[in-house]
T-cell receptor
């Protein structure tokens, strides 16, 4: 059975801290791994990773995929209260085009 | 960029009634749309993959007679929750992929804003 697991499930940090969120997967026919941020309604796209070892960066956020370890991490440096959200990773398949989401990490950044 | 419209954004209904949720791709064609369900503070659970012109593919444990999916055109998929019960109360969200767009970035999945269903 395909599985996508994120850790930790929830995290509370102070503004300015750096956080690392993990996503591990066990799927057949892996195609891509996506990271999303969800605040209130629709998730907003952060990164898409297909190749191992290549870091993607956007401002204070960065992410990297390790296909050998079947995992990805999302780093957020100098966290701000606006980073408080649920962070979701999703794995896309080559067959069927499905995207399976991980368990999510709820991040709370306190002033 | 690609936009997906989901309607209604919230609905309250009585137990035993049916509710239809629409998901439209506004400026692109989507041969495949996905329906997810989300409980409070939890992740998105894939319910089914909706394929234009054919039957939806349901995930294990999702009752196809309970959650009817129709994908009659390249821009519209509907989810009907039949004979709704309080345990069906949830946030339902659809997503779609532009079949003509490169498989990259935000093109991969475009989400609707979601529909919050409350069954009394």
């Amino acid at each position: 059975e395909d599985k996508v697991v994120q850790s930790p499930l929830s995290l509370v940090v102070h503004e300015g801290d750096t956080v690392t969120l993990n996503c591990s997967y066990e799927v057949t026919n892996f195609r891509s791994l996506l990271w999303y941020k969800q605040e209130k309604k629709a998730p907003t796209f952060l990164f898409m990773l297909t190749s191992s070892g290549i870091e993607k960066k956007s401002g204070r956020l960065s992410s990297i995929l390790d296909k050998k370890e079947l995992s990805s991490i999302l780093n957020i440096t100098a966290t701000q209260t606006g980073d408080s959200a649920i962070y979701l990773c999703a794995v896309g398949m080559n067959t069927g085009n499905q995207f399976y989401f991980g368990t999510g990490t709820s991040l709370t950044v306190i002033p | 960029g690609a936009v997906v419209s989901q309607h209604p954004s919230w609905v309250i209904c009585k137990s035993g009634t049916s509710v239809k949720i629409e998901c439209r791709s506004l400026d692109f064609q989507a041969t495949t749309m996905f329906w997810y369900r989300q409980f409070p503070k939890q992740s998105l659970m894939l319910m089914a993959t909706s394929n234009e012109g054919s039957k939806a593919t349901y995930e294990q444990g999702v009752e196809k007679d309970k959650f009817l999916i129709n994908h009659a055109s390249l821009t519209l998929s509907t989810l009907t929750v039949t004979s709704a019960h309080p345990e069906d109360s949830s946030f339902y969200i659809c997503s779609a992929r532009d079949r003509l767009a490169p498989y990259s970035g935000a093109n991969v999945l475009t989400f609707g804003a979601g529909s919050r269903l409350t069954v009394l």
